[in-house]
């Protein structure tokens, strides 16, 4: 018998694993989860974390030392479309408020920071209902009304609060603009409707007047 016919016989046809097999599906069912995940990250920061302005080129603001954006007069973008029901169940538009300065705080009944800014834009929004402000919440993430509207209750929220359980309201933002990137985020709008300041924080009384004011001031 020679070595040619003692040799071991290869087979042509590729050897099957089911280890590899398995490995495809596996891989591509990471990789949607990965992006999945990468959406809810640039939709919201985790609960208090804050964030930063996503997009590029000239956003014309500037990021105080505070943590609190502002754009100046000339240089602002206007708010998008934000309309929906309350917690409620009322219909609201905050383009119906333009005229006024309006404070939008984006909160959710589980976050913590939110619970903890709360009582002070309950008290600053009464304190300035009559000088032409009007707050309205925009409430994420939370799986009913229920949490929600006891929420309210606990901390007496004198404003209505549009109810945007999957972030669909905060998506509307342009990237490169003062937009809501966190759990709690508070934006004031000037009287035109245009995007002034920002926190991606909870904010204490101080801080929240120091948004507010001299947009107030504004004529």
């Not at 005229?99 to 300035?128: D, H, M, Q, T």
């Not at 926190?199 to 004011?213: G, H, I, P």
């Amino acid at each position: 018998m020679s070595a040619a016919s003692r040799a071991p016989q290869r087979s042509n046809r590729a050897v099957h694993s089911p280890d590899r097999a398995l490995r495809v599906p596996r891989a591509r069912r990471r990789a949607t989860l990965a992006a999945g995940a990468a959406a809810a990250a640039l939709l919201v920061s985790a609960c208090g974390s804050g964030g930063t302005s996503g997009g590029g080129g000239n956003t014309n603001f500037v990021a105080g030392a505070d943590g609190i954006s502002t754009v100046p007069e000339g240089k602002r973008v206007a708010a998008p479309e934000l309309s929906g029901k309350t917690l409620e169940g009322e219909q609201l538009d905050v383009a119906d408020h333009k005229g006024k300065v309006v404070v939008l705080n984006v909160w959710g009944s589980w976050c913590n920071p939110c619970r903890a800014e709360a009582k002070y834009f309950a008290k600053v929004a009464e304190e300035y209902a009559d000088q032409g402000v009007q707050f309205v919440g925009i409430n994420t993430r939370d799986g009913s009304t229920t949490a929600a509207l006891a929420f309210e209750k606990d901390f007496g929220i004198p404003y209505p609060s549009l109810y945007d359980p999957t972030g669909k309201l905060m998506l509307r933002f342009e990237k490169g603009t003062l937009n809501p990137q966190a759990i709690p985020s508070t934006l004031v709008l000037d009287r035109e409707g245009q995007i002034a300041a920002r926190s991606l924080t909870a904010l204490d009384e101080e801080r929240l007047l120091k948004m507010l004011k001299p947009v107030v001031a504004e004529k």
